[in-house]
């Protein structure tokens, strides 16, 4: 059993204030594409895919994240989750940003979403290496 009912209870509980307000901010990030899933074309409404992918590789990650905290608690392999589901859309994003100029608010999204994604994705990566190389112990 985990010290902590779930993972969302671990974070607030242990992390700082700064890191906590960073956490609001990703959040937002990746639940902001809800505002661009629909795009206006010449033949009516589309779905934005990218605004998809990112809304749904965000759930799996949680989802993924959530089980391994239950398997193996407050660790820094819970980075994988986001390393895992959120890595080839934000490598597809990253691709194809500059498709999205025709789409002023859109294109300005993507610019927030990449920063904010990046600097979860750089010290993710960071964090299952050395949890890989060793640093096996809780963060708690």
């Known amino acids: 059993m985990q010290p902590y009912e779930n993972l969302n209870a671990a974070i ?11 956490l609001t901010v990703l959040v937002a990030a990746n ?11 010449d033949k009516g409404w589309r779905p934005r895919f990218e605004a998809i992918a990112i ?7 949680g989802s993924f994240m959530d089980y ?6 407050y ?6 989750a986001h390393i895992v589901f959120w890595t080839p ?3 597809w994003i990253f691709i194809h940003r500059k498709d999205y100029a025709a789409t002023p608010y859109f294109a300005k999204f993507v610019v927030f979403y990449l920063v904010m994604a990046g600097i979860s994705l750089f010290i993710d990566t960071i964090d299952v290496a050395r949890y890989l190389l060793g640093e096996t112990g809780s963060m708690i």
Do not use: E
């Open 12 to 22: 607030s509980a242990t992390q700082p204030g700064w890191l906590l307000a960073y």
């Open 31 to 41: 639940w902001g594409a809800v505002f661009f899933i629909a795009k206006r074309t």
């Open 55 to 61: 809304i749904v590789a965000f759930l799996l990650a």
């Open 68 to 73: 391994l905290y239950a398997q193996f608690g």
């Open 75 to 80: 660790v820094r392999l819970l980075g994988l």
């Open 89 to 91: 859309v934000y490598a």
